[in-house]
């Protein structure tokens, strides 16, 4: 419907990805003639040209991938706020969950922005090199990145355009919770201590290997640090659902990830979800830098650029450790240490 763009936040989230799809696709013809033409070594005018107008091109692109991530949280942050305007959603659930394309446009965002990361560590690398050896590599995966984000717009377009303000939504108590207590169980036997236990476990052996790379980059702890990273975030996401928001909210049956955006959570979602989604995509981008090394020949830039983002993915992984710690020590602080599902634990 039209008059959901009247919705700002809605709006804004729209104009962005028209944006991002416009330069995209402006680079994407670009690529082609980078891929047809571009001959590394060479020093003919044609050639010059065309690097400079690849690295410009490549500049825009950086900017609009940059932008292309952000649209994650904007895609959230709509949502988040449309609750307001329809009857029955407490939150971005009740939102995604009253249309037919439900978390497509969530799930969309969230893969575009993956794909972002992992393209700009790629060109910050060829940035780094003395000559531009991975130019046509970087514009290759173009062809990946760039599909995935006229994929977003799409999903988020139609999913704008398919929402009903009028409808009455489904709470995400009656779901969310409904079916995790099904899952986890009602008392910390079911799995839900062991679960995030666990992750804090990942998470914490995942920092001491981000630690080691930033001291010592090497191909082994490149990829052990990668696997943690990668591991931890499959173990945070369903502990954060089924113990830390539950403490959060000092309820044991309230389990939605999206209210703990809101002030009464004390805003914690954003954060956590924040600094749990820059450390797992930094941590993956060094399964990129690694591909590279040979290609790139130089030891030195590539262990230099790996140390950069170990630093950065080790802070944002350190922060969610806080952060799911934070509201179980607190609920245990308030409640003078009595269990919030009535067991031990």
Same mark, same amino acid.
């Given at each position: 419907?039209?008059?959901?763009?009247l919705?700002?936040?809605?709006?804004?989230?729209l104009?962005?990805?028209?944006s991002?799809?416009?330069?995209?696709?402006v680079a994407?013809?670009?690529?082609?003639?980078?891929?047809r @033409?571009?001959?590394?070594g060479?020093?003919s005018?044609?050639?010059?040209l065309?690097e400079?107008r690849a690295e410009l091109?490549?500049?825009?692109?950086?900017?609009?991938? $940059?932008?292309?991530?952000?649209n #994650?949280? #904007?895609?959230?942050l709509?949502?988040?706020?449309l609750?307001?305007?329809?009857r $029955?959603?407490m939150?971005a /659930?009740?939102?995604?969950?009253?249309?037919d394309?439900?978390?497509?446009?969530?799930?969309?965002?969230a893969?575009?922005?993956?794909?972002?990361?992992?393209?700009?560590?790629?060109? +910050?690398?060829?940035?780094a090199?003395p000559?531009?050896?991975l130019?046509?590599r970087?514009?290759?995966?173009?062809?990946?990145v $760039? %599909?995935l984000v006229?994929?977003?717009?799409?999903?988020?377009l139609?999913?704008?355009?398919?929402?009903?303000?009028?409808?009455?939504a489904t709470?995400?108590?009656?779901s969310?919770?409904?079916?995790g207590?099904?899952?986890?169980?009602?008392?910390p036997?079911?799995? @839900?201590v062991?679960l995030?236990y666990a992750?804090?476990?990942?998470l914490a052996?995942?920092?001491?290997a981000?630690f080691?790379?930033? +001291?010592?980059?090497g +191909?082994?702890r490149?990829w052990?640090?990668?696997?943690?990273?990668?591991?931890s975030?499959? #173990?945070?996401l369903p502990?954060?659902v089924? /113990?830390?928001?539950?403490?959060?909210?000092e309820?044991?049956r309230h389990?939605c %990830?999206?209210?703990?955006l809101h002030?009464?959570a #004390? $805003?914690?979602?954003?954060?956590?979800f924040?600094a749990?989604?820059?450390?797992?995509?930094?941590?993956l981008?060094?399964?990129?830098?690694e591909?590279q090394?040979?290609r790139?020949?130089?030891?030195?830039?590539?262990?230099?650029?790996?140390? +950069?983002?170990a630093?950065?993915?080790?802070?944002g992984?350190?922060i969610?450790?806080?952060?799911c710690v934070f509201?179980?020590?607190r /609920?245990?602080?308030?409640?003078?240490?009595?269990?919030?599902?009535?067991?031990?634990?």
């Amino acid at each position: 419907m039209l008059t959901n763009l009247l919705r700002p936040f809605l709006l804004a989230r729209l104009l962005s990805g028209i944006s991002v799809s416009a330069l995209v696709v402006v680079a994407l013809f670009v690529a082609v003639r980078v891929l047809r @033409r571009f001959r590394l070594g060479e020093t003919s005018e044609g050639q010059l040209l065309l690097e400079r107008r690849a690295e410009l091109v490549a500049t825009l692109v950086q900017a609009a991938l $940059g932008m292309a991530i952000f649209n #994650l949280a #904007l895609t959230v942050l709509a949502a988040d706020h449309l609750s307001q305007a329809i009857r $029955g959603a407490m939150c971005a /659930y009740g939102v995604f969950s009253s249309n037919d394309l439900g978390f497509l446009p969530l799930g969309t965002s969230a893969l575009a922005a993956l794909a972002c990361v992992l393209w700009l560590t790629l060109h +910050r690398l060829d940035l780094a090199l003395p000559d531009p050896r991975l130019t046509r590599r970087k514009f290759i995966a173009l062809f990946i990145v $760039g %599909p995935l984000v006229l994929l977003d717009l799409w999903a988020t377009l139609a999913w704008a355009f398919d929402l009903d303000l009028g409808v009455v939504a489904t709470c995400c108590s009656a779901s969310i919770d409904q079916a995790g207590t099904q899952t986890f169980g009602a008392a910390p036997m079911g799995g @839900r201590v062991t679960l995030y236990y666990a992750a804090l476990a990942t998470l914490a052996l995942a920092v001491l290997a981000l630690f080691a790379l930033y +001291r010592r980059p090497g +191909r082994v702890r490149a990829w052990t640090a990668a696997a943690l990273a990668a591991l931890s975030v499959a #173990l945070c996401l369903p502990a954060i659902v089924g /113990y830390v928001a539950p403490h959060m909210y000092e309820n044991p049956r309230h389990l939605c %990830p999206f209210c703990l955006l809101h002030a009464d959570a #004390l $805003g914690i979602g954003w954060p956590l979800f924040g600094a749990l989604f820059l450390a797992g995509s930094l941590g993956l981008s060094l399964v990129v830098l690694e591909s590279q090394r040979r290609r790139a020949a130089d030891d030195a830039i590539v262990s230099a650029l790996e140390a +950069r983002v170990a630093k950065v993915a080790m802070l944002g992984f350190v922060i969610t450790f806080v952060l799911c710690v934070f509201p179980v020590a607190r /609920y245990a602080w308030i409640s003078g240490g009595a269990p919030l599902f009535g067991g031990p634990g």
